[in-house]
């Protein structure tokens, strides 16, 4: 894709992606100029061009971040804001998922909804799980594993999720008017 049109196409939710998340306009003006040098300097890294939005969000994030780090911070004003941006945003989108989860659990097939409800909400291990359901621990494992693919394809068939490397939720977008979606309450 050529420059010129990814800038006509970001520039401005870019813009005001970064405006909320930085104190001044000028800030956020060079902030934007370096995640476009990013992007066409690794635009030959993106595997898949239909993950070039989440990849330039993800590229947004990590600038916003970078121009956090690279300040010196006026007392310790700086050290406690950062962390707070960054984790109750991360933290609302995970509340915001866990909401709808327990709803996609219950459409689940029994035997998957009880390994998932056994394992993940009650905190069994499973080999606590296998115990208790009289199944080998293999068993166990398969439908622990199986219930989590079911689960996601759930959440899939509703939701278009971003996480980052560590499974935290950045972006929630809810898919069209999706059947198994009536009980997710996610935008």
Known sequence: MEMETLWGAFHEPLKAFITRRVS???????????????IFTKMDSLRDEESLKPWIYQITRHSIIDNYRKRKPVGDQLLHDLPEFIESNESNLNMELSACLRPMIQQL????REAIELTELEGLSQVELSQKLGISFSGAKSRVQRGRQKLKDIISACCH??????GNVLEIESKDASPKCNSCGCQ
Do not use: G, M, S, T
Request: aromatic share 12%.
């Open 24 to 38: 001044n306009e000028q800030e956020a003006e060079d902030i934007l100029q370096d995640v476009f040098l990013k």
């Open 109 to 112: 097939p029994d035997k998957y």
């Open 161 to 166: 999720l971003e996480l980052d490397r560590y």
